[in-house]
């Protein structure tokens, strides 16, 4: 019943930036929270930020660098990302905690497809 679609992923050279955006569809009662995660091959997904009531958390590997900003009321969260590192080269996925009209549950999470971004030394 819902859907996320990430954008604004691509290839990148050190030290540039993109800004990466997210949008929720279905059948959305409210959004407790929407985030975002990456992962690079190999390597478990992590958190890279994340925000609850406008309050927002960051890794520590791109705080400073990347700022997490979101709309509740069109359903869409973005990230900036700044000073971008080789390191930070990996698939990109939105997350959201959401409450449907289903009401079976409080609340799930649910996972866009994922935006590559590839940052070029």
């Known amino acids: 019943q819902v859907r996320l679609v990430e954008s604004g992923g691509g290839l990148v050279q050190a030290g540039g930036s993109l800004r990466l955006s997210c949008t929720a569809s279905g059948s959305i009662f409210s959004i407790n929270t929407m985030g975002w995660y990456r992962q690079a091959p190999g390597k478990q997904r992590e958190l890279v930020a994340i925000t609850r009531r406008g309050f927002a958390t960051y890794a520590d590997s791109v705080r400073g660098r990347f700022t997490i900003s979101g709309d509740n009321a069109k359903n869409t969260v973005s990230l900036q990302m700044n000073s971008l590192k080789p390191e930070d080269t990996a698939v990109y996925y939105c997350?959201?905690?959401?409450?449907?009209?289903?009401?079976?549950?409080?609340?799930?999470?649910?996972w866009g497809q994922g935006t590559q971004v590839t940052v070029s030394s």
């Open positions: 997350n959201a905690n959401i409450r449907t009209y289903d009401f079976t549950t409080y609340s799930d999470d649910y």
